[in-house]
Structures are given as C-alpha cells and as structure tokens.
C-alpha cells in the first residue's frame, strides 16, 4: 500500500500570546491536504483570523507572538520566516475587509500581487488574463479606482490580486462579510472553480456557516481559542450541534439564541 502523503499546511498544537498577556489560541490544530478547501468556522472572536495571520506571519504587526507549537507547510516550518518569505512558498492571506489599494486601479492592484515573482512579463500578462476570465467584472472595470468600486468588486479585486502570486494555498478571511447573498455565492463558486481546475487549496476562515460548508471538503470549528470538533464538511452540516448552534436549525425547528442559559447547557464540547 502506498504511504498517504503529508499535509499541505499542518497546525501543530499552536499557541497564539498577543502582548505577552492575552491568549487567544490554546493548542489549535489543523491540517489542509492538497487540493482541498478547508473551512475554519465559528464566531467572531473565536480565533479564525489569528489562526490564519499565525500562518502568513502577520502577527507581529499586532503584537502577537507564536509561542507554542509549530506550523509546516509542504514538510517544511513556516513559523518563523517573515511574510514575505511565507508568499514566495506559496502562502497568500487574503484579508477580511476587502483590502485594496484604494488609489490604484483595479488592474493596477491585481499587477502589486506579481510582486514576489520572478518570472517575465509574458507570463504575468498570461496569469492576469487568467483571472480575468475568473472575473469578468474586473476585466470590465480594469481602469477604474478600486477605490470606488463595489464591495463584491473590491473583494474580487483582492482574490484576484492574490491568484497573480502563483499561490499553492490561499488564506481567505471572511469572503462574505458585507456582501448580498448573491455576489456571496458567485464568490464561492469562483473559489471552487479555482480549487479543481488551478489546483490551489484553501483555508477559508467564515461566519457564514451554511455557505462555507456547503462548498468545502472538510471543517474544523473553533470557540474561545480552541477546535472543538472538526469533520468532513458534509458531516458537520448534518451534525445537529452544528445545525442548532451555527445554522440556527434543529430537528426541533429554527432555534432562538436569546436563551443563553440553554444555548451553553446543550453545547455537548463545553466543559
């Protein structure tokens, strides 16, 4: 029999510290196999965004600091090298918010995400109309200020600036945060297509439980710092704990969380 092959990315027993003080990860960890779309859930607070800056090692900016545990990537830790060592080994985080270039054009930012690389011209010119083909919109709005551009734009614009890396794996914070339901959906149908047919593999941190689990293979959920259950994504959406506590369903019907006294009695991974 053949050896199952190492994750892609592996979070080993990490410990986030921000300003020597505040723990907010407690001994997370989580594996992203190759070619898989991993969809790291819970609510705001619980942890999602440090997880993911612990990886592309922008904590530092924030006084965070990895004091436990270890993070590899490809067989290989990651943990300590500087950001822009982690994007030039395939690692790109696209950053809840949107964030763009705001004075620059849209293909002006898409082109910032070629930075790292050292590849000619030609190929640059070929990958970005790469992603104009996964993006027709920005194609269309290629000359205009990203800055005043729509949400859903602004969010393409950043995906689309992180495709120009050439990344094995991306970091996805938040895709939905502020966007309508629609633009939401063609944005994950978007990065599926990019995961089956340029083969890159995401970590997507997301409040919206339904959505993310509805387009990812495999989930973990973290409260207060910590996984508390993890499975394949179809599992989890089944789970009635998810169902009841993240989707607001139960076989009882639609749940209230204004009963916070029930909402921490039922939860089964509480101590």
């Given at each position: 029999?053949?050896?199952?092959?190492?994750?892609?990315?592996?979070?080993?027993?990490?410990?986030?510290?921000?300003?020597?003080?505040?723990?907010?990860?407690?001994?997370?960890?989580?594996?992203?196999?190759?070619?898989?779309?991993?969809?790291?859930?819970?609510?705001?607070?619980?942890?999602?965004?440090?997880?993911?800056?612990?990886?592309?090692?922008?904590l530092s900016s924030e006084r965070g600091d990895v004091t436990k545990g270890s993070i590899e990537f490809r067989g290989q830790r990651i943990d300590k090298l500087t950001p822009w060592e982690v994007v030039k080994?395939?690692?790109?985080?696209?950053?809840?918010?949107?964030?763009?270039?705001?004075?620059?054009?849209?293909?002006?930012?898409?082109?910032t995400g070629a930075f790292t690389r050292s590849g000619n011209r030609a190929a640059i010119r070929h990958d970005l109309?790469?992603?104009?083909?996964?993006?027709?919109r920005l194609k269309e709005r290629r000359k205009s200020q990203a800055g005043y551009t729509s949400g859903g734009e602004q969010q393409m614009t950043a995906l689309g600036r992180a495709l120009m890396a050439k990344p094995r794996m991306i970091l996805l914070d938040e895709p939905s945060m502020g966007l309508a339901p629609q633009i939401v959906d063609e944005i994950f149908e978007i990065v599926r297509g990019l995961n089956e047919k340029?083969?890159?593999?995401?970590?997507?941190?997301?409040?919206?439980?339904?959505?993310?689990?509805?387009?990812?293979?495999?989930?973990?959920?973290?409260?207060?710092?910590?996984?508390?259950?993890?499975?394949?994504?179809?599992?989890?959406?089944?789970?009635?704990?998810?169902?009841?506590?993240?989707?607001?369903?139960?076989?009882?019907?639609?749940?209230?969380?204004?009963?916070?006294k029930h909402y921490r009695r039922r939860k089964r991974w509480l101590a």
């Amino acid at each position: 029999m053949s050896a199952i092959p190492p994750p892609l990315l592996a979070i080993n027993n990490v410990e986030v510290i921000y300003d020597h003080v505040i723990l907010v990860l407690k001994g997370v960890s989580l594996e992203v196999r190759d070619g898989t779309i991993v969809a790291l859930l819970g609510a705001n607070g619980a942890g999602k965004t440090t997880t993911l800056k612990a990886v592309s090692n922008l904590l530092s900016s924030e006084r965070g600091d990895v004091t436990k545990g270890s993070i590899e990537f490809r067989g290989q830790r990651i943990d300590k090298l500087t950001p822009w060592e982690v994007v030039k080994r395939g690692v790109v985080q696209v950053m809840e918010g949107r964030h763009c270039f705001q004075h620059l054009s849209v293909e002006e930012n898409l082109l910032t995400g070629a930075f790292t690389r050292s590849g000619n011209r030609a190929a640059i010119r070929h990958d970005l109309e790469m992603v104009y083909q996964y993006f027709p919109r920005l194609k269309e709005r290629r000359k205009s200020q990203a800055g005043y551009t729509s949400g859903g734009e602004q969010q393409m614009t950043a995906l689309g600036r992180a495709l120009m890396a050439k990344p094995r794996m991306i970091l996805l914070d938040e895709p939905s945060m502020g966007l309508a339901p629609q633009i939401v959906d063609e944005i994950f149908e978007i990065v599926r297509g990019l995961n089956e047919k340029e083969k890159v593999s995401f970590l997507l941190a997301e409040q919206n439980t339904n959505v993310a689990l509805r387009h990812a293979d495999y989930g973990y959920i973290l409260e207060n710092g910590r996984i508390v259950m993890n499975g394949p994504a179809a599992d989890l959406a089944s789970n009635e704990d998810v169902k009841e506590f993240y989707l607001g369903l139960s076989t009882a019907g639609r749940k209230s969380f204004r009963d916070a006294k029930h909402y921490r009695r039922r939860k089964r991974w509480l101590a």
